[in-house]
C-alpha cells in the first residue's frame, strides 16, 4: 500500500549571523531560512531546508496543500505542482525560459529534498543510494573566507564574534589559519568586491604565502568592471594564485569579454544560475565552472543534469553555500558524492554558524571533507526544540527579507551597493 502524504508544514526560522562583509554590504545580525516537513499518513517525516525570505514562504505555502495525497516517489507530479502554482507556464515539457525560472526551481528544490528524504526511509536506503550511488566517499568543501567588522553597529543582545575583525591581509590569514586547523580545509576562497581591488590581491598573495600549495579563489560577486578585471589580470595571473576567478564582473556578456583574456577559469554562482542561462553562456564561452546550488537549480536531480551537461561541453562543477543549517549541508553532501565530475571544493557558510536545527548538534567536517551522514533518507531528524527557539528568533527579529545594504549604511550612511563597485 502507498504510504501518501497526509501533511506538510514550513516553518521560518532565524539564526545568528556575522558581520561579513561584501560587495551588497553586510550581513544583517540574523539569517532567515524555512524548514520543511513532508509528512505520511504512517508518520515519516521528510526534510528540507530552503530560504526564508517572505516572497519564497509565500510560493511555499501556495504549494504545499497541492501536495497531500501524493506519493513521494512521484517527482514529476510534484514538478507540476509547482509549475501550477509558481511562474507563467504550467507545461513541465517546454523549454527553459532563457531569462531564468529562479523563484519556481527554487520551490521546487525545496520540496524534493524531502521527497527524496521520505523514499529513503520507504526503502531503507540513503538519499545518495537513490540517486544513483556514491562515486567517493566524501564532499571536499573549501575554507569560506570573508572581510569582516568585529561586531554588528546596533544590537546590543548580540553575542560577542570571537571570529573578530578581518580588514587587513594580515587578518585575513590568521582568519584563515584558524578555520582550517579547526576544520582541515585544503582550499581557500575570498569573498572579495568590498575594498579597492589592489588591497585584495595583496591579501590573496598574504594567503598563498601563508598556505602554500593550497587552491585559491576570489569572488568579487560582480563588484568590478571589465576594465578594473583586465587591469588586474597580470597580477592575478601569477603562478599558483588562483584556482579560479569567480564573477568578477555582474553579467554573462561581460563575462563573455573578460573570458577573451582571462589566463584562469571563470567560475559563476551569479550569471548562469539557471536551465535557461546554459545556451547563452555556452555560446559566448562566458564560464568554465559552474557552482550548482539544489536550492535554486531545482534540487538534486537537476544537480545531477547540470553535472553531465558539464561532461557535455567541459564546464567544471563545484557547488554553492549561502548561509545554511545541517538540512542544506546533509542534501549537498548526499549529491555531491555522486558526481562524477564535482572536480572542486564545494563552498559552505558552515563554519560560521553556531546554531542548529537538527538532532545531535553540527555535522562534523573533518580534513575540509564530509560524508554524507548515515542513515535511511538524509540521515538526520529535527531537533524540534532547536527548531521552536530558532522560529521564535524568527518572530521576534523583524527581518522578514535580507538587506545587505541597508545593514551596512548602519556603518556607513552614503553606502552605494550598485556595481561595478570598483
Not at 531546508?49 to 514529476?76: C, K, Q, W
Not at 586547523?181 to 594567503?207: C, H, M, N, T, W
Request: hydrophobic share 40%; net charge negative.
Amino acid at each position: 500500500m502507498t504510504d501518501r502524504i497526509a501533511d506538510v508544514r514550513i516553518t521560518p526560522i532565524a539564526f545568528r549571523d556575522p558581520p561579513l562583509l561584501n560587495v551588497a554590504g553586510v550581513h544583517q545580525p540574523w539569517a532567515l531560512r524555512s524548514i520543511i516537513e513532508v509528512e505520511t499518513e504512517s508518520g515519516l517525516i521528510g526534510l528540507g531546508e530552503s530560504y526564508g525570505e517572505s516572497d519564497t514562504l509565500t510560493n511555499l505555502r501556495r504549494i504545499a496543500p497541492l501536495l497531500v495525497g501524493m506519493d513521494p516517489f512521484h517527482l514529476n507530479a510534484l514538478t507540476q505542482a509547482v509549475y501550477r502554482s509558481v511562474g507563467d507556464d504550467p507545461d513541465i515539457s517546454h523549454p527553459f525560459p532563457p531569462k531564468g525560472d529562479k523563484a519556481r526551481a527554487s520551490a521546487l528544490g525545496a520540496f524534493e529534498v524531502p521527497f527524496w528524504d521520505l523514499q529513503g526511509q520507504l526503502t531503507g536506503r540513503p538519499v545518495h543510494d537513490l540517486l544513483g550511488g556514491a562515486v567517493r566517499s566524501h564532499v571536499g568543501y573549501s575554507a569560506y573566507l570573508f572581510y569582516k567588522f568585529a561586531r554588528h553597529h546596533s544590537d546590543p543582545g548580540y553575542p560577542t564574534d570571537t571570529w573578530g575583525e578581518a580588514i587587513t591581509p594580515e587578518q585575513l590569514v590568521e582568519q584563515a589559519r584558524r578555520m582550517i586547523d579547526q576544520y582541515g580545509f585544503g582550499s581557500i576562497k575570498l569573498k572579495a568586491g568590498v575594498f579597492e581591488p589592489e588591497l585584495e590581491v595583496e591579501g590573496l598573495r598574504a594567503l598563498r604565502a601563508a598556505f602554500p600549495g593550497y587552491p585559491l579563489r576570489i569572488d568579487p560577486n560582480g563588484g568590478w568592471s571589465v576594465e578594473t578585471t583586465r587591469r588586474l589580470m597580470p597580477a592575478l595571473s601569477e603562478p599558483g594564485l588562483l584556482e579560479y576567478l569567480e564573477d568578477p564582473v555582474s553579467t554573462l556578456e561581460e563575462m563573455g569579454q573578460v573570458a577573451t583574456f582571462a589566463s584562469m577559469p571563470l567560475a559563476t554562482n551569479m550569471v548562469t544560475i539557471a536551465f535557461g542561462h546554459l545556451p547563452r553562456s555556452i555560446a559566448l564561452n562566458a564560464v568554465q565552472v559552474i557552482l550548482s546550488d539544489h536550492h535554486y537549480w531545482g534540487g538534486l536531480r537537476a544537480t545531477q543534469q547540470l553535472a553531465a551537461i558539464g561532461r557535455v561541453f567541459g564546464l567544471g562543477i563545484s557547488m554553492h553555500s549561502n548561509s545554511h543549517m545541517g538540512i542544506s549541508l546533509a542534501a549537498m553532501t548526499h549529491v555531491g558524492v555522486t558526481l562524477p565530475n564535482l572536480t572542486y571544493a564545494s563552498d559552505t557558510h558552515y563554519p560560521w554558524q553556531e546554531d542548529e536545527v537538527i538532532e545531535g548538534g553540527k555535522l562534523s567536517i573533518r580534513d575540509g571533507q564530509l560524508a554524507p551522514p548515515e542513515g535511511p533518507g538524509l540521515g538526520v531528524k529535527l531537533d524540534r526544540a532547536a527548531l521552536a527557539r530558532l522560529h521564535q528568533n524568527y518572530l521576534a527579529c523583524g527581518i522578514t527579507h535580507r538587506d545587505d545594504a541597508s545593514e551596512m549604511r548602519k556603518h556607513q550612511p552614503d553606502f552605494n551597493p550598485a556595481r561595478p563597485r570598483f
